[in-house]
């Protein structure tokens, strides 16, 4: 069983541009969550998707912003990119519900000049 | 708010020793779940071993075992007989039994594994 992906797994932008990461769950998995890791701050939760809808919200502006498909696969967009958006996106998704597993990705490391 | 927090930045410990982890958090729910991930340098996070809440037996997996102490918010780690792989960032985690899959990670010890 393929685990899950995240592209691209490196991406380097410039301040005031946006980006776009995104996510492929393990095969049958309807829930993915996204989290934000950095030195400074550790790891931090950003959103959480079920069946295309978002389920919760971390403490994130409104510049950070995410969506799910009907296959499951999810995207996370960051607009007006600030250099302290510099960090390790990691996806993790799992069947939801009592204490399945979460399996993560590798991540997609974002570096903003 | 719901806060894990690690003491120990860092630790290390002789190859085939035993080395204890520890974790305590400040959850204001009386049922949940602890987890403890490892991230090796490559980053690929990695499930170590889980804890349901209500279980008053502590978990086991092989060389991993914890030590959940629920009135004393305390949830360890310990490794048995380390292993030069079992280098990495350990994070201790906490999740709410309701819906939500979100977790809350702690800042995380770094392991180092001495040959």
């Known amino acids: 069983k393929a685990g899950v992906t995240q592209t691209p797994r490196y991406l380097i932008k410039t301040r005031g541009q946006q980006v776009t990461l995104s996510c492929s769950p393990i095969s049958g998995h309807r829930s993915v969550s996204w989290y934000q890791q950095t030195p400074g701050q550790g790891l931090q939760f950003l959103f959480e998707?079920?069946?295309?809808?978002?389920?919760n919200k971390g403490n994130f502006p409104g510049r950070f912003s995410g969506r799910q498909f009907s296959n499951s696969r999810s995207e996370m967009n960051v607009s007006t990119l600030e250099l302290g958006d510099s960090a390790l996106y990691l996806c993790a998704s799992s069947l939801a519900g009592r204490i399945y597993e979460q399996y993560f990705g590798p991540g997609t490391r974002l570096t903003v000049t | 708010a719901q806060t894990v927090t690690q003491s120990q930045p860092e630790m290390s410990v002789q190859e085939a020793e035993t080395v204890t982890l520890s974790c305590t958090y400040d959850i204001s729910e009386s049922d949940y779940y602890l987890f403890w991930y490892k991230q090796p340098p490559s980053r690929q996070m990695i499930l170590v071993i889980r804890q349901e809440a209500y279980k008053q037996q502590n978990a086991t997996e092989n060389r991993f075992s914890v030590n959940f102490q629920k009135a004393a918010k305390s949830f360890s780690l310990k490794i048995s007989d380390s292993q030069l792989g079992d280098a990495a960032m350990y994070f201790c985690?906490?999740?709410?039994?309701?819906?939500?899959?979100?977790?809350?990670f702690g800042k995380g010890t770094k392991l180092t594994v001495n040959p």
């Open positions: 998707y079920f069946s295309e809808t978002q389920r």
């Open positions: 985690a906490y999740r709410s039994q309701g819906g939500s899959e979100k977790l809350v």
